[in-house]
C-alpha cells in the first residue's frame, strides 16, 4: 500500500545533512527539526533587545544617528551587546525562516490543506524583510541614506503615486519630519503585524511548538553573544544627502535587493519581487506528483464522541459538534475536509479501530475512505497465513519513512501506512494473537521529524500505555519493536529487523 516513501536527490540531500546533524546533537536538538520555533525565539530576542535600545533612540534626523552611536560606543557593554544582538538575531530570523520555507519544500508539506501555513509564510517573508530594511534606516548613517535612495528610486517605477515619492521625501525637511515619524512608527507596528500574522500561521496546526528546547534556546543565546562580542555591530558614518555614500557593507540577510537594484533596473527586480512572490503562492496548487488520497469520514453510528480523534489529529481537522442522530451520546466527530491531510492519525486513535470486533460492524468511527480498516485487517490476515519459518514477524511502516516493502519475506509480512499513527496498537495485538507471529516491528519516521508532526510521538505513547488508545498491557511488550527510521535509512531498518529477530528467537515459541 506504499504511496511514497519519497527520495528525490533534494531529499536525500536533506535527509543526509539531518541525518549528519542528529549524530552531533541528538534527535531532540537537531536545529533543523525546530525552525519553526527558532524562528519564533529569534522573533522574541528581536523584539527584547529592540525594546532596550528604543528606549535610548531619538527621533529626528540630528538625532537618530547620534543616539545610536551613544548606546553602541558610551555603552557598549549593554546597548552595545543589545545593538548586536538585535542586528544577528535579526538575519538569524531570516536564515531559520528560508531553511523552513526549503525544508518545507523540500519534503512536500506546503500541498493539500497545508497550502494554508505556505501562503500565511509567503507573506510573512516579505513583512520580515520589511521590517529588517526599516531597521536599517533607523540608524541613518550611509547604508541607511543609500537604502532609502534607492527604494524611493525603486518605487517610483511603479505607477501608483500621483507625485514622484523622491520629491516628497528626499529633502531635509522632509525627511525631518515625515519619513522619521513614519519608520519610528513602522518600526513598532509591523513586528505587531508579523506577531498577529505568526499566529494566523500556526492556526491550523494542533500543538504547535513555537519554543525549542531549552538547551538549544540557551545555544543559540550564547551565539548571539559572542558574535556581538567577537564581530559589535556599528554604523556607516552619519548620512550626509550631499555626498553620494562610499563603499557599503550591505547585509545579504535584508538588503540582497539593493546590489541588484545596481545592475538591473527597477521595472526588472519588480518583476523578479512579483515573480518568486506569485510562484511561491501558486505552489501548493501545481500538479503533485503523488495524488492525495480522499480525506476522513466519520461513520456517526461508530462514533461514541470520546473525542479521541480531536485530540490526536494534528491539524486542527477534526472537531466535536452536538450529537446529531438520536444516539445517547453528547457529541460527535465531524471532519473539516478543507484542514485534513488524509494522514489517518484519526483512525489509529479511534477506540472503534479495533479489530477484534466482529466481521458485520467493522467500521471505526472514523475511517480513510481509500483504506477502511476492515481492507487493512484483511490485508494483514492474509499476509499472515502465508508466512512460513520459524521467526516471523509483522512489519507496520509509513509511506513516508523507510521503504519496508524490501523486508517482505517468506517469515516477515509488512503493511505500510500513509502515516504509522493509523495504526491502532489492538492491530499490532491482532497480529500477535490472531496472526500468530513472533513480534510486530513498527516502524516510522526519524524520531523528531515526523512527516505529520505527531504520529511518532503519538505512537511511542500508545505503545508505552500513556496515551489511548493503549497497548494492552496482556501484550507481551518484548513481542514489540520500534524502529525509527527515514527513507535514507533502510540498512539500518533491516539491521534493526535482524536484531530484532535475534531477541525474539530468545522468547518462548509461540507455535
Ligand atoms: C519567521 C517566520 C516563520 C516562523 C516563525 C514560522 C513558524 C512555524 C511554526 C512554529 C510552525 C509549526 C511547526 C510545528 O509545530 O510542526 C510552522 C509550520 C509551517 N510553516 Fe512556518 N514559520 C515561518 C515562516 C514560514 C515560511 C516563510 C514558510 C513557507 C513559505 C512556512 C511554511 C510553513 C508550513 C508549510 C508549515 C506547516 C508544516 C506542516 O503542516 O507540518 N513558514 N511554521
Ligand atoms: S486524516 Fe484524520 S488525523 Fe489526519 S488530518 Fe485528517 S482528520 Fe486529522
Ligand atoms: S475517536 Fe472515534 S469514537 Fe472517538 S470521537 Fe473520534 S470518531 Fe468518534
Known amino acids: 500500500m506504499s504511496i511514497n516513501n519519497r527520495t528525490s536527490f533534494a531529499h536525500r540531500g536533506l535527509l543526509w545533512v539531518e541525518g549528519a546533524l542528529n549524530r552531533v546533537f541528538g534527535n531532540s536538538l ?22 532596550y535600545i528604543y528606549a ?47 525544508r ?22 516579505w513583512m520580515i524583510l520589511t521590517a529588517g530594511i526599516n531597521g536599517y534606516w533607523m540608524v541613518w548613517d550611509q547604508l541607511a541614506q543609500f537604502t532609502v535612495v534607492t527604494t524611493v ?26 519619513f522619521f515619524t513614519l519608520i519610528s512608527f513602522a518600526h513598532v507596528t509591523v513586528p505587531l503585524l508579523i506577531l498577529f500574522m505568526l499566529w494566523v500561521h500556526i492556526m491550523r496546526i494542533s500543538y504547535p511548538v513555537v519554543n525549542p528546547r531549552k538547551r538549544l534556546a540557551i545555544g543559540m543565546l550564547l551565539t548571539l553573544l559572542a558574535l556581538s562580542l567577537i564581530v559589535p555591530v556599528q554604523s556607516q558614518g552619519l548620512a550626509d544627502m550631499s555626498v553620494e555614500p562610499r563603499v557599503l557593507q550591505i547585509d545579504w540577510f535584508y538588503l540582497w535587493v539593493y ?5 538591473w533596473s527597477a521595472g526588472q527586480v519588480w518583476a523578479l519581487v512579483f515573480g518568486i512572490t506569485l510562484l511561491l503562492c501558486v505552489l501548493p496548487w501545481l500538479p503533485a506528483r503523488n495524488k492525495q488520497i480522499p480525506v476522513a469520514e466519520v461513520s456517526l453510528k461508530d462514533c461514541s464522541g ?30 473539516v475536509p478543507d484542514r485534513c491531510v488524509s494522514c ?67 517469515s516477515i509480512a509488512v503493511l505500510s501506512l500513509p502515516c504509522i499513527a493509523m495504526l491502532p496498537p489492538s492491530l499490532a495485538e491482532y497480529a500477535l494473537r490472531e496472526g500468530g507471529v513472533d513480534g510486530v516491528l513498527i516502524t516510522g519516521c526519524r524520531e523528531g521529524d515526523c512527516f505529520h508532526r505527531l504520529g511518532v510521538s503519538w505512537v511511542t505513547e500508545r505503545l508505552a500505555a500513556e496515551r489511548e488508545p493503549r497497548l494492552r498491557s496482556r501484550v507481551q511488550r ?34
Open 306 to 335: 470520546c473525542g479521541l480523534c480531536v485530540a490526536d489529529c494534528p491539524y486542527e481537522a477534526v472537531v466535536m459538534r452536538p450529537r446529531s442522530d438520536g444516539l445517547n451520546f453528547p457529541e460527535e466527530a465531524v471532519v
Open 56 to 102: 535610548f533612540y531619538k527621533t529626528g534626523i540630528e538625532l537618530s544617528h547620534p543616539s545610536v552611536e551613544y548606546f553602541t560606543n558610551e555603552q557598549w557593554y549593554l546597548g552595545g551587546i543589545m545593538r548586536s544582538v538585535h542586528r544577528y538575531a535579526s538575519d538569524a530570523l531570516v536564515l531559520v525562516m528560508f531553511l523552513h520555507l526549503l
Open 344 to 410: 489517518g492519525i484519526c483512525v489509529g486513535a479511534c477506540p472503534s479501530s479495533n479489530p477484534f470486533r466482529g466481521d458485520d460492524q467493522y467500521i471505526s468511527g472514523i475511517e480513510m475512505p481509500s483504506l477502511p480498516m476492515s481492507a487493512l485487517r484483511a490485508a494483514v490476515t492474509k499476509d499472515l497465513s502465508t508466512l512460513e519459518g520459524d521467526l516471523r514477524v509483522m512489519v507496520f511502516g509509513c509511506d513516508n519513512a523507510a521503504n519496508i516493502e524490501v523486508l517482505r519475506s517468506k
Open 478 to 511: 518484548e513481542r514489540v519493536g520500534e524502529c525509527w527510521a527515514s527513507s535514507l535509512d533502510n540498512h539500518e531498518l533491516a539491521v534493526a529487523l535482524n536484531s530484532f529477530r535475534a531477541s525474539l528467537s530468545k522468547l518462548p515459541k509461540v507455535r
Open 259 to 263: 546590489p541588484l537594484l545596481g545592475v
Open 104 to 125: 518545507e519544500y523540500i519534503l512536500g508539506r506546503y500541498r493539500g490543506a497545508r497550502w494554508f501555513a505556505w501562503v500565511t509564510g509567503v507573506i510573512l517573508i
Open 30 to 51: 537537531n536545529p533543523m527539526y525546530h525552525l519553526g520555533a527558532l524562528g519564533f525565539y529569534f522573533f522574541w530576542v528581536v523584539a527584547i533587545s529592540g525594546a
Open 153 to 178: 528610486e525603486w518605487f517610483d517605477w511603479l505607477p501608483i503615486f500621483s507625485e514622484p515619492m523622491a520629491r516628497t521625501f528626499i529633502t531635509y525637511e522632509a525627511l525631518n519630519d515625515r
